[in-house]
């Protein structure tokens, strides 16, 4: 195995529990009567879904999202936020600016519960650092809230082009300084790390509830395959 210098991570799923957090913040922000006549885990998985669609129609070099009319995370949130309201019939429960304020959302969640021990452990040997499709004050508003000790933030934001474009796996390495040998792909989800591994990145698939639903990951696809940062942790270093 090469030497590894620097550990990049995938947020969403990876690091932290977005689906218990979306949900939590969009309950906190509605009235009594729809708490209970809209099936929120649905809704939010469906947002989600959204995300994942925009991300890839939007991931190739002839994209129409590159440079001039890239369109951002947060943005692509607060549009299908709003075809979701009219999916499910709950158009007019909130304002514009409380939809504003619930498209927030992702940017505050719970890291989970080996998040921060991992990282930290992580960060003690190497330089640690996002990979994220989220834009760039989503994934720092998320740092200072969960707590999360990056040494650096890279965003696809940066790239004007979403994972799994080889440019925002590249461009990172670049940025560092490192061969693509030389940097870890963190992630629960086995697309990112088929592309990272194409692009010359070592692999580790982390296994996260609720990720990577209907795809079973094997670890010869893999360089690390592991249960928590934790346990990451103890790989690398064999302790």
């Not at 003690?124 to 809230?145: C, E, H, P, W």
């Amino acid at each position: 195995m090469p030497e590894i210098k620097a550990i990049l991570f995938d947020v969403f799923g990876t690091v932290v529990d977005w689906r218990t957090s979306v949900k939590e913040h969009i309950l906190a922000r509605s009235p009594e009567p729809i708490k209970t006549s809209v099936d929120w885990n649905e809704f939010t998985q469906e947002w989600r879904d959204c995300y994942f669609k925009f991300v890839s129609d939007n991931s190739n070099d002839d994209a129409t999202s590159v440079f001039n009319s890239f369109l951002s995370v947060d943005q692509q949130y607060r549009q299908a936020l709003d075809v979701l309201v009219e999916k499910y019939g709950i158009k007019g429960v909130w304002t514009e600016e409380q939809k504003d304020d619930i498209a927030t959302a992702w940017h505050y969640l719970k890291g989970w519960d080996d998040t921060l021990e991992g990282l930290t452990l992580l960060k003690s040997k190497f330089i640690i650092g996002t990979l994220s499709n989220g834009n760039m004050r989503l994934l720092v508003d998320m740092a200072k809230y969960a707590e999360l000790p990056w040494d650096v933030v890279f965003s696809s934001e940066l790239f004007k082009i979403y994972k799994p474009s080889p440019r925002v796996y590249l461009g990172a390495s670049e940025y560092l300084q490192l061969k693509p040998e030389n940097v870890l792909m963190v992630a629960a989800h086995m697309y990112d790390l088929e592309a990272a591994k194409k692009n010359g990145l070592c692999t580790a698939y982390v296994v996260r509830k609720g990720e990577d639903i209907g795809r079973t990951a094997s670890r010869e696809e893999v360089d690390y395959f592991v249960s928590d940062f934790v346990e990451l942790y103890k790989q690398l270093t064999a302790e």
